[in-house]
């Protein structure tokens, strides 16, 4: 969803309509006499964020290790929802405890707030994998002008990543994918340049140094139309009948990148006895 310049990922848009409705659900309670426990939501809720990004970084040290600082970077959407709930039931059981005239507003507003991201969570879900069930019918062209249908793209599972040389977090983001794109050849990279030429894109490949196949150009934002992508990077990933199964917007971690290749790769064949 986009707000003038701002692209909003559903997962981020999932949480705030949860978060509304807490904040609606104690309201509500406050104004026939309870206590106030808006204060006591937004501290739980960030204990909960701070747990699922703890519980995140954790699980995926080994690709954060390799970027510290990107430990901070929360825009790359690494949290661990499950922890994160649980996070947030301990918060507002432990608030609770301490405060007893909380207690039923606060369960409330967690408990309606909870049920209404998962909601929302579930909906996003749904209305992506029946939006976009598979590779469109487009025909881009490579750095020397040659055709190329999306179609032959089938077959194996597929990173398709939407970009711009003068996005600044493309920019940033291009080591990443060009590394993980020597490191998994099982899986399909593929550099999709949104509106710009192909000079334009062979330069700036040649200044940053960076040795990508299967470059494409997308003069005419094709792609971006048919995911309704509004913001850069978008990077999609596509399982090897060309669904859609993730769409990442915003700049990708070592960590989320290897969480998403993890979600299309095919399943490794038991070693034979």
């Known amino acids: ?49 701070l747990a ?12 954060y290790m390799q970027q510290p600082l990107s430990i901070l970077n929360i825009r790359d959407h690494g949290f661990d929802p499950i922890v ?5 039931l301990a918060a ?22 909870v049920m209404a991201w998962a909601f929302a969570g579930l909906v996003a879900y749904k209305l992506t994998t029946t939006t976009h069930p598979g590779l469109p019918a487009l025909v881009l062209s490579d750095l020397d002008g040659r055709e190329v249908p999306l179609q032959t793209l089938r077959g194996q599972p597929t990173v398709i990543n939407l970009w711009a040389t003068w996005c ?17 050849p099982q899986i399909r990279f593929v550099f999709a340049d949104q509106g710009e030429s192909a000079a334009a894109v062979k330069h700036f490949m040649q200044v940053q140094r960076l040795a990508l196949q299967h470059v494409l150009i997308d003069g005419n934002l094709q792609l971006s ?10 990077t999609l990933f596509l399982d090897a009948d060309g669904r859609l199964r993730d769409m990442h917007i915003g700049e990708l971690s070592r960590a989320t990148l290897a969480e998403r290749l993890q979600r299309i790769q095919p399943p490794t064949a038991p070693a034979p006895r």
């Open 52 to 63: 699922a990004r703890a519980a995140y970084v954790a699980g995926w040290w080994p690709q």
């Open 225 to 234: 139309n048919h995911y309704n992508a509004r913001g850069y990077p978008t």
């Open 92 to 113: 507002a059981a432990a608030i609770g405890w301490r405060r007893p005239p909380l207690r039923r507003p606060l369960a409330a507003g967690v408990a309606v707030g």
């Open 84 to 88: 994160g709930v649980l996070g947030l």
């Open 168 to 184: 600044g977090p493309c920019r940033r983001e291009m080591p990443v994918l060009a590394e993980a794109q020597q490191a998994t």
């Open 1 to 49: 969803m986009n707000i003038g310049p701002l692209a909003l990922s559903s997962g981020l848009l999932a949480l705030l309509f949860g978060v509304i409705a807490a904040l609606a659900s104690a309201g509500f309670l406050h104004r026939r006499g309870h206590a106030d426990a808006g204060n006591a939501l937004y501290l739980a809720l960030g204990i909960g964020l």
